[in-house]
T-cell receptor, first 119, second 111 residues
Framework: AQKITQTQPGMFVQEKEAVTLDCTYD???????LFWYKQPSSGEMIFLIY??????QNATEGRYSLNFQKARKSANLVISASQLGDSAMYFC????????????????FGSGTQLTVLP | DTGVSQDPRHKITKRGQNVTFRCDPI?????LYWYRQTLGQGPEFLTY????????KSRLLSDRFSAERPKGSFSTLEIQRTEQGDSAMYLC?????????FGEGSWLTVV
C-alpha cells in the first residue's frame, strides 16, 4: 500500500481564492510527522509546514494551514488567498517512527499535485 | 545564504563517465540525506548520514553509487560508470531535529 497518497495530479484555482490539496497517509507508528513541500519549476524543494502526530492544534504558517484529521489519516494543505507565485508542484511527505530517541527516519513522499493559479 | 547548497546545479555527462555531486548542509545540522527525483515523481530516499556515519542506504543505491561525509560537514555523492537511467535530479537535505530542509538539487543528464 502507498504510504502517502495524493489523489489530485493537477488543480486549478483562481487568484485570491483558497485551495485545498489532499493528502492521506498510512502508518502503524504512533509517532510520526507530516510535511508539505513546494517545488517550483526551478527544482528547489521548499519546506512549507510541519505537523507532528501528537500536536493537538492544526499547524499554520502564514497563508498555509494543515487540516490534520488523525482518525481519517489525512493531512490536507490549505492555501488561503492564492497568489500567482503559488503555482508549483506540491508534495506531501511523512516521516515515521520519530520516537523519543529522535531516530531520523527518511521522508516518504507522495506523487505530488501540480497547482496552477489563474489570474 | 545559510541554506543547503549543492554543486553543480547541472551536469551533462556521457554514458560510462563518473560524476560527483557535492552538498553543503545547513551549519550545525548533524543529519544529511540524499534523494533522487525523476520527472513527474516525488523524491526517493537514497542514503542518510548522522555526522560522518552513513547509517542507512536504500536498495536504490546500487554498487555504482557511493556517498561520503568525511568530516561530518559536507557530503559527496559519486556515480561511477553512469547509465542513462541515472538521469535525474539529486537532492540533498539536512536536519537537526524534525524538519528536513532541501537544497536546490543537482540535475544530471546522461547522454
Amino acid at each position: 500500500a502507498q504510504k502517502i497518497t495524493q489523489t489530485q495530479p493537477g488543480m486549478f484555482v483562481q487568484e485570491k481564492e483558497a485551495v485545498t490539496l489532499d493528502c492521506t497517509y498510512d502508518t502503524s507508528d504512533q509517532s510520526y510527522g507530516l510535511f508539505w513541500y513546494k517545488q517550483p519549476s526551478s527544482g528547489e524543494m521548499i519546506f512549507l509546514i510541519y505537523q507532528g502526530s501528537y500536536d493537538e492544534q492544526n499547524a499554520t504558517e502564514g497563508r498555509y494551514s494543515l487540516n490534520f484529521q488523525k482518525a481519517r489519516k489525512s493531512a490536507n494543505l490549505v492555501i488561503s488567498a492564492s497568489q500567482l507565485g503559488d503555482s508549483a508542484m506540491y508534495f506531501c511527505a511523512m516521516r515515521e517512527g520519530l520516537g523519543s530517541s529522535g531516530s531520523a527516519r527518511q521522508l516518504t513522499f507522495g506523487s505530488g499535485t501540480q497547482l496552477t493559479v489563474l489570474p | 545564504d545559510t541554506g543547503v547548497s549543492q554543486d553543480p546545479r547541472h551536469k551533462i555527462t556521457k554514458r560510462g563517465q563518473n560524476v560527483t555531486f557535492r552538498c553543503d548542509p545547513i551549519s550545525e545540522h548533524n543529519r544529511l540525506y540524499w534523494y533522487r527525483q525523476t520527472l513527474g515523481q516525488g523524491p526517493e530516499f537514497l542514503t542518510y548520514f548522522q555526522n560522518e556515519a552513513q547509517l542507512e542506504k536504500s536498495r536504490l543505491l546500487s554498487d555504482r553509487f557511493s556517498a561520503e561525509r568525511p568530516k561530518g560537514s559536507f557530503s559527496t555523492l559519486e556515480i561511477q560508470r553512469t547509465e542513462q537511467g541515472d538521469s535525474a535530479m539529486y537532492l540533498c537535505a539536512s536536519s537537526l531535529v524534525n524538519t528536513i530542509y532541501f537544497g536546490e538539487g543537482s540535475w544530471l543528464t546522461v547522454v
